[in-house]
């Protein structure tokens, strides 16, 4: 390498582009982390893990790149080339390989060790850059490397506003991350034609940008065909022809349809099929409306199914809490067949909030029915709104003769879930719940918790598909194999009912 100093005005454009390169490092592990949050459930485990793991990695690339600071242009190169393409394709990597193989947390740790080693490898190539070719006293090699820092923090700034805000929501999940991976290569490319070429020996100069090059031509082809690419490798994951897909600011949302059969997944989770959804709708609903009831709350339910049948009572107006918009959406196009337009009626107003975030707010309106319609507990995020804490907020909603509804998951494959968060209702001061299952093909048995002295059908309930009163009665009754558990609430400090989920079915 020749003995050429970067002057100062062109160590400020080495530091933008430090930044750059930050910014894009940062994006990568976010885009891990929504990946683990789509299809791998994105629990505390998988959540530590890559952030844990990314900055080992860091340390432990910043360790390994020693014996090569004698080379720096050149590594430097060589690590964003590689840093570029790998961070760019990582998620669409990883999406094929959950689609096909299934879900690894040993993949995501994988891809967050390799990210997280090149970035770490990029401050002392670049301390040495900048120190190349000119003596420097302690306090001056002090600032450099505070200005250094500075330059790789701020940049991580901006790649960890532009993932959730610009790169996600515009370009999704897989061309966000290509996205990345393209800005990353187009700086080190800067870097290598403007500020390193006097470093470089022509051979070692053409090597570089020749594969920058080539690794940016083929982020741009992924980029083109990435569509192609995702919606084969997404197929994998359904039985059924997948009709619809949305990556929204929140989950993943697919619609597959065989026949007359339309379903509804999210984050890879089944929601509903439209074959036997009147079962688990009718028992969550119905049980849930007491005589003369005439104000509902409904806490998730966003595919509008619990609302159509609350709108089977005349004078029912209902009070609907929502945290994703796009599912909203998605229920009033493309799933309004199933729901019959329930949320485009006047007696159903929608709230785009988070539940938790609501209730605690103090909306103090009282409602006859609280219906909590909410995915399956898999994350820390989701065990808040299983918490005593959130259920005691619920409760106060409530008129003095009304009854609460919680979807408990399923009473036999995963009963501790069950008796959980019946345990959790009776401790956040619901007097008396009445636990209840039905079996709803597509789920197996799926259980109910209500909050009411007695699981009884009002006297002018509409004449339903399955559910009559016998029914219901029937329903309250659960097999020797199946008793009541004593456990312990789950809580905000104690999320117990995560690590019931994670135990598996039995």
């Not at 100062?8 to 894009?24: H, M, T, Y």
């Not at 690590?79 to 390989?97: H, K, Q, R």
């Not at 966003?302 to 089977?312: F, I, N, S």
């Not at 709104?385 to 005691?392: A, I, K």
Request: hydrophobic share 45%; glycine share 8%; aromatic share 8%.
């Amino acid at each position: 390498m020749h003995n050429v100093a970067i002057s100062k005005k062109w160590r400020w454009f080495l530091l933008i582009s430090v930044g750059i390169c930050a910014a894009s490092g940062l994006v990568y592990e976010l885009a891990l982390l929504t990946l683990a949050t789509s299809l791998n459930g994105g629990g505390v485990v998988e959540t530590s893990l890559i952030v844990a793991g990314y900055v080992a990695s860091l340390g432990f690339g910043a360790f390994c790149i020693q014996p090569l600071l004698r080379w720096p242009a050149q590594t430097f190169l060589a690590v964003e080339t590689l840093l570029g393409l790998t961070g760019g394709i990582s998620a669409l990597a990883l999406y094929i390989f959950f689609a096909t193989v299934g879900q690894s947390v040993s993949a995501l740790v994988v891809a967050t060790a390799l990210s997280g080693i090149l970035v770490g490898a990029e401050v002392p190539l670049l301390m040495t850059l900048l120190q190349h070719g000119r003596t420097a006293t302690a306090q001056v090699a002090g600032q450099q490397v505070a200005t250094l820092n500075a330059a790789d923090y701020f940049g991580a700034l901006i790649g960890g506003l532009a993932w959730p805000f610009l790169l996600l929501p515009t370009l999704g999940l897989v061309r966000g991350t290509l996205a990345a991976g393209l800005l990353n290569i187009g700086a080190a490319l800067f870097i290598a034609v403007v500020l390193l070429r006097p470093l470089l020996s022509v051979r070692a100069f053409w090597i570089q940008t020749t594969s920058l090059i080539i690794a940016a031509l083929v982020l741009i082809v992924l980029v083109l065909r990435s569509e192609g690419i995702v919606t084969t490798a997404r197929q994998a994951l359904y039985s059924d022809p997948v009709v619809f897909a949305q990556q929204s600011d929140y989950q993943d949302i697919v619609i597959t349809q065989y026949g007359s059969d339309r379903r509804l997944f999210l984050n890879g989770g089944l929601q509903y099929s439209s074959r036997d959804e009147h079962r688990y709708t009718e028992s969550l609903v119905h049980p849930a409306v007491p005589e003369k009831a005439k104000k509902a709350l409904i806490i998730g339910g966003g595919d509008g199914l619990a609302a159509r049948d609350l709108l089977r009572y005349p004078d029912m107006r209902i009070t609907q809490v929502e945290l994703d918009p796009a599912v909203i959406e998605i229920a009033r196009n493309q799933l309004r067949e199933d729901n019959l337009g329930a949320l485009d009626d006047p007696r159903v107003n929608v709230i785009i909030d988070d539940a938790f975030t609501w209730l605690r707010a103090g909306h103090h309106e009282s409602y006859d029915t609280v219906i909590i319609d909410l995915p399956d507990p898999d994350s820390a995020t989701l065990a808040r709104l299983y918490s005593t804490e959130f259920y005691g907020m619920a409760l106060r909603t409530l008129t003095p003769h009304g009854r609460l509804v919680v979807q408990a998951s399923s009473a036999y494959s995963t009963p501790e879930v069950f008796w959980r968060i019946d345990a959790t209702l009776r401790n956040a001061g619901c007097k008396h719940t009445v636990p209840y299952h039905t079996h709803v093909p597509t789920f197996g048995d799926w259980g109910f918790i209500l909050c009411a002295e007695k699981a009884t059908l009002r006297s002018d309930a509409p004449d339903l598909r399955y559910l009559n009163q016998e029914v219901l009665d029937a329903a309250t009754v659960f097999g020797k194999d199946n008793q009541r558990l004593t456990l312990e609430p789950s809580t905000l400090e104690h999320p117990r009912i995560v690590d019931d989920l994670r135990k598996g079915y039995r």
